[in-house]
């Protein structure tokens, strides 16, 4: 019975470590940047708005924001949050944009190799 009890306990611990968020009070611009809908120049004006008016009191407030409206907001409510720790760091967010797609399979394809010719003397 102990040893169910502390599975269960185990399995809750890991479940709720699973769920990422971002902590809007005190996250950097790249964590920021992790949410949905909140690109470097957004990212940018909330911690400009959270270093001139102090913390956010709800994600809603958010809305104060310039270029952050309902639609945004909508998007990253899951993800962001008011208080505790940020758990999300710069490399989980997708790319959404297709121009970075682009621009990553170019990179990603290998350099074609040059046959080396032989030289004569």
């Known amino acids: 019975m102990k ?3 502390l599975l269960i306990v185990t ?9 990422a968020g971002v902590n809007i009070n005190t ?16 990212a940018k004006a909330i911690i400009d708005y959270r270093n001139k008016n102090g913390l956010f009191k709800s994600v809603d407030d958010l809305e104060k924001v310039e270029g ?3 639609g945004i907001i909508k998007q990253l409510r899951q993800d962001a949050m008011v208080s505790g720790a940020s758990t999300v760091s710069k ?7 297709a121009a970075e797609g682009k621009s ?9 190799k040059q046959e080396k010719k032989p030289v004569a003397k």
């Open 3 to 5: 040893k169910l009890l």
């Open 11 to 19: 399995l809750f611990a890991l479940a709720t470590a699973v769920h």
């Open 27 to 42: 996250a950097t611009q790249a964590e920021l940047e992790t949410l949905q809908g909140i690109g470097p120049g957004k």
């Open 68 to 70: 952050i409206g309902p």
């Open 91 to 97: 490399q989980d967010k997708p790319v959404a944009k």
């Open 104 to 112: 990553a399979k170019k990179e990603d394809k290998p350099a074609a």
